[in-house]
């Protein structure tokens, strides 16, 4: 197992309880489906690199750049660390690691 499965599946149950809380505090239901999908993608795409499926390491990497551009926005626009700023640190550690996984296997 290689520490780009490992990046995937902890980020995945990062955006899962992220939106557990965000629905938790602020009753957002839209928190809960967007966390719930992404991290359930991650969680998938961590599942099938673990089999040899390369395509989930390109299925990790999408779905965590897409988290990483959403809560750069959300960042800026709310200029609040948390929980935008922590998300975009570990979500840029997360596709560190991911692309680098890749460019390593080549």
């Not at 995937?8 to 967007?34: D, E, H, M, N, P």
């Not at 299925?59 to 922590?86: D, E, N, Q, S």
Request: proline share 1%.
């Amino acid at each position: 197992m290689n520490l780009s499965i490992v990046a995937a599946f902890a980020y995945g149950i990062l955006s899962i309880t992220g939106g557990i809380i965000g629905y938790i505090q602020a009753t957002s239901r839209v928190s809960l489906l967007s966390g719930s999908i992404s991290g359930l993608l991650l969680i998938f795409a961590a599942y099938f690199q673990l089999q040899g499926q390369a395509w989930g390491s390109i299925l990790a990497v999408l779905v965590t750049a897409v988290l990483v551009v959403f809560f750069v926005f959300r960042l800026a626009k709310t200029r609040k660390f948390m929980p935008a700023g922590l998300m975009t640190i570990l979500g840029m550690v997360s596709l560190a690691v991911m692309v680098h996984q890749i460019v390593a296997l080549r």
